[in-house]
């Protein structure tokens, strides 16, 4: 807009000089009137000139960069045919009560208790695992290709019988905030049947971020919200804590379970604990916060306190789209 106003300038000013060199009462200052108008057209031009260079932006470069933290892709060369990446973020566990998970999941599905429970033999009595992810998927690739970093979070259930055979524990993830913008990954989750948000973060380009000031230490917080007003959201608020409520095995097993939606197909994501990014000195620390949800399955915003897990980055290998039936006796974790 300004540039416009500057182009109207600029055409102006060679008639505004010629009227003023040709009216009877300027012809005394002709000369000085001619150099005032010299001066201020260059002026013009230069300041055209200005403009074209430092406010018309070409639409391919972004006004603002995000750069990740997360640390770098360690098994993308060792699995190039495979899709790799990593996955930075906060995973928790959320007790409910196992009469509501019975309501939330799709009830031509049991629920494996006796599996969970050995697992966490001291977890309460009628109370189910329900687990929130709040992830940063990182350099994920595959035969050298590249896509673009992106985030996503959601409310999933874990030890699901899917098959009906009283063994075989699956994760249901009936929705998905996910980054606004990017195709490939939403159309992912969407081709399980996921409701799917396309979403704003905050952090952007990370899988948290530290709250200033903090009294807590190592307090951050983590947020997503639907671009739809009022759809769906997600926030999370954890600090580092001594207390390791969950055993390490607990989580490589129920993140490593076949992740389904619909049931058409099944996801196999392998989430690796033994790489550089697992097992550096404090890769992986306790956290204890809060989580307020506004998504489905609930059909009403939820808020859990004194909500535990690990704030961790592990590498991964994907494999989608598989039969679920294939999964039958499946027991492995990273």
Sequence with gaps: MFSTYVDVALVCCPILAFVTVQHPKMRINN????????????????????????????????????????????????????ATGT????????????????????????????????????????????????????????????????????????????????????????????????????KGAMDYGTITFPATFEPGCD??????????????????RSLEPGAASLSTLFSSTKDEIFPLEFFKNFTNQPTFADGKTCDNMIRLFNTSVSTAPNAIQPVKGTVRAHLAPFTSEQEWTNVYGLRLDSAFIE???????SFRGYSGHG
């Excluded at 001619?34 to 031009?45: A, D, G, N």
């Excluded at 196992?98 to 429970?117: M, S, T």
């Design 319 to 325: 494999n989608n789209y598989l039969s679920c039936e």
């Design 207 to 224: 899988a948290y971020r530290s709250v200033p000031n903090s009294k807590r230490p190592e307090t951050t917080y983590f947020s997503a």
């Design 31 to 82: 000369q000085s009137n001619l150099q005032y108008f010299l001066l201020s057209f260059f002026s013009l031009v230069a300041l055209r000139y200005a403009c074209s260079t430092y406010f018309v932006i070409p639409n391919e470069i972004p006004l603002t960069t995000c750069t990740s933290k997360d640390q770098p892709n360690p098994i993308a060369s060792k699995y190039p045919g495979n």
């Design 87 to 186: 996955l930075n973020g906060t995973v928790a566990v959320i007790p409910i009560s196992l009469e509501l998970a019975r309501q939330l999941i799709p009830p031509q599905y049991g629920i494996l208790e006796h599996a969970y429970r050995a697992l966490l033999p001291s977890f309460p009595k009628d109370m189910y695992p329900a687990v929130v992810q709040a992830l940063h998927d990182h350099e994920v690739q595959a035969f050298g290709y590249k896509i673009p970093d992106f985030s996503r979070t959601g409310v999933e259930f874990p030890f699901v019988d899917m098959l009906n055979d009283n063994y075989t524990s699956f994760k249901w993830a009936p929705s998905l905030l996910m980054t606004s913008g990017h195709d490939i990954a939403l």
